[in-house]
């Protein structure tokens, strides 16, 4: 079995960064969603079949996903964090690899979720 344990969430204001980890016991295909109250889980962002990145249109130019296989560790830099900004932040893992970010239905493992709060 595949487990995911994320952090380095937290409150930050306006134009802040955080980054995010996730800690996965053995490598498989990982990607970042989140989930603000009222509103639809969503991609954020992925490393898709190729090995490039990709990313929602509301955070391109300000998070970057990284990976260290070594470490079976994925990360989310964000930086010029918004209020919009502010939900719970997942990652997730599957077996094979994606063409795209989001459809959360494909994604078997999930992690616990850290909390990202942006004030103004």
């Known amino acids: 079995q595949v487990q995911l344990v994320e952090s380095g969430g937290g409150s930050v204001q306006a134009g802040g960064s955080l980054r995010l980890s996730c800690v996965a016991s053995?490598?498989?295909?990982m990607g970042w969603f989140r989930q603000a109250p009222g509103k639809e889980r969503e991609g954020v962002a992925a490393?898709?079949?190729?090995?490039?990145?990709r990313y929602a249109d509301s955070v391109k130019g300000r998070f970057t996903i990284s990976k260290d296989n070594a470490k079976k560790t994925l990360y989310l830099q964000m930086d010029g964090l918004k209020p919009e900004d502010t939900a719970m932040y997942y990652c997730a893992a599957r077996h094979s690899c994606t063409y795209r970010i989001g459809n959360y239905p494909e994604y078997l493992y999930w992690g616990q979720g850290t909390q990202v709060t942006v004030s103004s």
């Open positions: 490393v898709v079949c190729d090995g490039s990145p």
């Open positions: 053995g490598y498989i295909h």
